[in-house]
T-cell receptor, first 112, second 115 residues
Framework: GDSVTQMEGPVTLSEEAFLTINCTYTATGYPSLFWYVQYPGEGLQLLLKATKADDKGSNKGFEATYRKETTSFHLEKGSVQVSDSAVYFCALSTGTASKLTFGTGTRLQVTL | KAGVTQTPRYLIKTRGQQVTLSCSPISGHRSVSWYQQTPGQGLQFLFEYFSETQRNKGNFPGRFSGRQFSNSRSEMNVSTLELGDSALYLC??????????????FGSGTQLSVL
């Protein structure tokens, strides 16, 4: 079946540091890939997505590139802010987008 | 435009009871899906509805059920509650269920505690 593996957290960074959160996947079909973010006390919000190989999704300074050869979709940001503190989920869909397979989530804490 | 609304925000129940959670999707959205979020299992897909029909179901026991009304509002029901049902239940809506690239809009969830 489909699965998503994310790096374990929490990840603690100082403000303006570089961020990488690793995500790899296995899928029976050709998946679309997503990063969702969950701020404290809130539901998930779509951060970015990519629908085919070599696509780069980007939003709010975050980027991730769909790498079919390594089955990866790593999230990066050049300079994190305290407001980026949240839990980040990598996810995929091979059927309808309503049925997502999520990774376990990576908690990011950014300090001054 | 109002977001996805879930009620109630918090629920406390005891083992053996049943519970009903409600979700109102974004206006115009016809697809509603439900997820269970726990620290141990993470986010797991429960089921999805489109135009009042269940189109997909996850690997949960029959105690978990749902329905969708003609106005696209959805409810999920859990009968004979167990301690392990304690979780954050998230509802998500989207316009077009058929596309795998569709963006999901999530509500803030209902936090269920089973004592």
């Amino acid at each position: 079946g489909d699965s998503v593996t994310q790096m374990e957290g929490p990840v603690t960074l100082s403000e303006e540091a570089f961020l990488t959160i690793n995500c790899t996947y296995t899928a029976t079909g050709y998946p679309s890939l997503f990063w969702y973010v969950q701020y404290p006390g809130e539901g998930l919000q779509l951060l970015l997505k990519a629908t085919k190989a070599d696509d780069k999704g980007s939003n709010k300074g975050f980027e991730a590139t769909y790498r079919k050869e390594t089955t990866s979709f790593h999230l990066e940001k050049g300079s994190v802010q305290v407001s980026d503190s949240a839990v980040y989920f990598c996810a995929l869909s091979t059927g309808t987008a309503s049925k997502l397979t999520f990774g376990t989530g990576t908690r990011l804490q950014v300090t001054l | 435009k109002a977001g996805v609304t879930q009620t109630p925000r918090y629920l406390i129940k005891t083992r053996g009871q049943q519970v009903t959670l409600s979700c109102s999707p974004i206006s115009g959205h016809r697809s509603v899906s439900w997820y269970q979020q726990t620290p141990g299992q993470g986010l797991q897909f429960l089921f999805e509805y489109f135009s009042e029909t269940q189109r997909n179901k996850g690997n949960f026991p029959g105690r978990f059920s749902g329905r969708q009304f003609s106005n696209s509002r959805s409810e999920m029901n859990v009968s004979t509650l167990e301690l392990g049902d304690s979780a954050l239940y998230l509802c998500a809506s989207s316009f077009n269920q058929q596309s795998r690239n569709e963006k999901l809009f999530f509500g803030s969830g209902t936090q269920l505690s089973v004592l």
